[in-house]
């Protein structure tokens, strides 16, 4: 089992809250991940970092925001929630192994916008 | 855009039963991995094959590469109900991965 943990694992909320979903890694890994994941569809990277202080952009386009101020944490913020942004967050790490990189995945968060 | 695309979407067989999966992808690449995931969960790695290995591996997990027709294949061999899950081929390059949208296995007892 990986040690990254992905808190909440379910999240029903009303349009136009702000929401946090946390991710942590016991890894020390730098590499960090998020990708949004809808049934039967492909994983889209939607953030990803290097270490702290850095963050990047993935492939698919989002209106969230993330942050990296300590190695272990990499948390995902929605300012104002939307009905279109309902699907499962899944939150990767990964170990430094040179063009051979795999990755780790927490559990998922399962968002649900009302 | 999708790099990994996996054939077929769905698979259904019998335990004991070999199951195979392929996938086909678009540009050069450095490796290509395959994950599973149960569902509901994350997803975990399996094996990862370099792009200049033809086949590997792992237990009752066999891994093929075909790099110049952009392809590779999973066989799973003498299929347990414990092997139902989806299998994502991914493709590395430079710092990421791109995950095609799965091959669904459920293996029937």
């Known amino acids: 089992e990986a040690d990254i943990y992905q808190t909440p694992r379910y999240l029903v909320i009303g349009t136009g809250k702000k929401i946090t979903l946390e991710c942590s890694q016991t890894?020390?890994?730098?590499?960090m991940y998020w990708y949004q994941q809808d049934p039967g569809m492909e994983l889209h990277l939607i953030h990803y970092?290097?270490?702290?202080?850095?963050?990047e952009k993935g492939d698919l386009s989002s209106e969230s925001t993330v942050s990296r101020i300590r190695t272990e944490h990499f948390p995902l913020t929605l300012e104002s929630a939307r009905p279109s942004h309902t699907s499962q967050y899944l939150c990767?790490?990964?170990?430094?192994?040179?063009?051979?990189?795999?990755?780790?995945f927490g559990s998922g968060t399962q968002l649900s916008v009302l | 855009s999708q790099q990994g695309e996996e054939d077929p979407q769905a698979l259904s067989i019998q335990e004991g039963e070999n199951a195979t999966m392929n996938c086909s992808y678009k540009t050069s690449i450095n490796n290509l991995q395959w994950y599973r995931q149960n569902s509901g969960r994350g997803l975990v790695h399996l094996i990862l094959i370099r792009s200049n290995e033809r086949e590997k591996h792992s237990g009752r997990l066999r891994v093929t590469l075909d790099t110049s027709k952009k392809s590779s294949s999973l066989l799973i061999t003498a299929s347990r109900a414990a092997d139902t899950a989806s299998y994502f081929c991914a493709t590395g390059n430079d710092y990421k991965l791109s995950f095609g949208a799965g091959t669904t296995v459920t293996v029937r007892a």
């Open positions: 990767a790490s990964s170990e430094p192994t040179g063009a051979d990189e795999k990755l780790f």
């Open positions: 890894m020390g890994h730098d590499k």
């Open positions: 970092s290097y270490g702290v202080n850095s963050t």
